[in-house]
């Protein structure tokens, strides 16, 4: 069970933490991230999760003006969910899974953009980093959205995940060649 409780000054660095996890270091390039910059939260409208004397989620509202007029702005909410603990992902089952993954699409499609459904299509018959068989089934539709949401930070993780136009619950991934022989986190390609 967890906590929910005011922010304090002190969770500062717990929350950055988070949102790092979280977002990872491509956070500060977007645009909330200019709003924020140099302003503090307001006091009494943000909170934090705890679990366990852990830190595991951020809710924040920060002081903006719009049209001249003074709003609030939502944001970044955070929650460290076991599914995205990089504790808990960061092993070697995943690393290995990560790794076959983007070998089969590499191999198969190429570098290009797929969606996750038609992914599953396409692994049919193959044979799975543990040794089982893909196939068309549950178990192996919620394998699969499970490696394609792992977190950015694997480093054998080649793609960046986009929602879908046409299905906004089944994610896009985008795979893009290895850089320098390695294979890393994807960037977004204009027009994908």
């Known amino acids: 069970m967890f906590n929910l409780r005011p922010e ?66 939502l944001g970044p909410i955070a929650v460290l969910s076991s599914q995205r603990d990089p504790f808990r992902v960061d092993t070697p089952a995943n690393h290995r899974d ?37 196939v068309n089934n549950e178990a192996n539709w919620t394998w699969l959205s499970e490696k394609a949401t792992l977190p950015a930070h694997l480093p054998r993780r080649p793609w960046i995940r986009t929602e879908s136009e046409l299905s906004p619950y089944t994610p896009v991934l985008s795979f893009q060649p290895p850089v320098g022989g390695v294979l890393e986190a994807a960037r977004p390609r204009p027009g994908r």
């Open 8 to 73: 304090r000054p002190d969770d500062g660095p717990a929350i950055e933490a988070l949102l790092d996890t979280a977002f990872g270091p491509g956070r500060f390039a977007k645009t909330a991230y200019r709003l924020r910059e140099g302003v503090a939260p307001v006091d009494g409208l943000s909170f934090v999760a705890e679990e366990d004397g852990a830190l595991i989620g951020s809710i924040r509202y920060w002081p903006v003006s719009i049209g001249g007029r003074p709003a609030l702005m």
């Open 98 to 134: 990560a790794q076959w993954l983007a070998e089969q699409v590499t191999e198969r499609l190429g570098y290009r953009t797929v969606h996750l459904r038609g992914l599953h299509y396409v692994l049919l018959g193959s044979i799975k980093p543990d040794g089982s068989q893909y």
